[in-house]
């Protein structure tokens, strides 16, 4: 049985005194319902495609606003075994839920892949999709980071558009980008992209729900959510997730 992750979901962490603006802003620029509420404190909540399987929630913590990724697997325990082998180590295990951290320090989840045949899969419909994880990795962590990603996913590590970035991609799943910071010791963080064939326009649009921008970039957009959830509008096109040629 494969140790590779059948499915990857994106965990938006929002400070809970944030929870009810930042769940209505994701709702909003996704399109996607917001599920019930679920755990001890309703701090749970998954965002409902029209077409398609689940793969973005959001969270309540208590701390500043953040990203983590949950690796669903069959096997569990040899995710787990194989984790650890590759340089993983366990931060802490919350029900059941081994929660570990990268060589460089990102958190990520072990969860168990609970989907019937064929398996999930992430559906594109043309309009505007959040679709990618980007990882910001410090100089310092770089090699090591990219390396453990690639054999812990099992995707090929494919070049960037452009310097200084990789990806690892496959055909309905989340995409994974590496980005490599100038920083040259800390901790590896990320934050979630949209694919955007029309990134002036989305970008007005997200500022008329409450996001503020950051930056304007050559090929992206950084713009801040309400819960101070950092995301960027990328210049993909949304019916690939593939960097729109200019």
Request: glycine residues 10%; aromatic residues 8%; contains cysteine.
């Amino acid at each position: 049985m494969s140790t590779r992750p059948g499915w990857i979901q994106v965990f938006l962490d929002t400070p809970s005194s944030a929870f009810e603006e930042a769940v209505a802003f994701w709702s909003a620029v996704t399109g996607w319902r917001p599920s019930e509420r679920r755990g001890e404190d309703g701090q749970f909540l998954t965002l409902l495609p029209a077409a398609g399987s689940a793969y973005v929630k959001v969270q309540a913590v208590e701390a500043t606003a953040g990203v983590h990724l949950d690796l669903d697997h069959e096997d569990r325990p040899a995710a787990i075994e194989r984790a650890r082998s590759l340089g993983a180590t366990t931060a802490w295990v919350y029900e059941g839920v081994e929660v570990m951290r990268s060589p460089g320090g990102f958190t990520f989840c072990q969860t168990l892949l609970d989907v019937d045949p064929p398996g999930p899969e992430l559906v594109r419909d043309g309009s505007t999709i959040l679709d990618q994880v980007c990882l910001d990795i410090p100089a310092a962590r770089w090699d090591a980071e990219i390396g453990f990603w690639r054999d812990l996913t099992g995707c090929e590590l494919q070049q960037g558009s452009l310097p200084g970035f990789a990806r690892l991609a496959a055909p309905g799943r989340v995409r994974i980008l590496l980005q490599r910071l100038l920083e040259a010791d800390e901790t590896v963080r990320a934050h979630p992209d949209f694919a955007s064939a029309d990134r002036g326009s989305d970008t007005e649009r997200h500022v008329g729900l409450g996001a503020e921008v950051v930056s304007v970039n050559a090929f992206w957009t950084a713009l801040t959510a309400p819960g101070g959830q950092v995301y960027c509008l990328t210049d993909r096109d949304p019916t690939t997730g593939v960097v729109t040629p200019r």
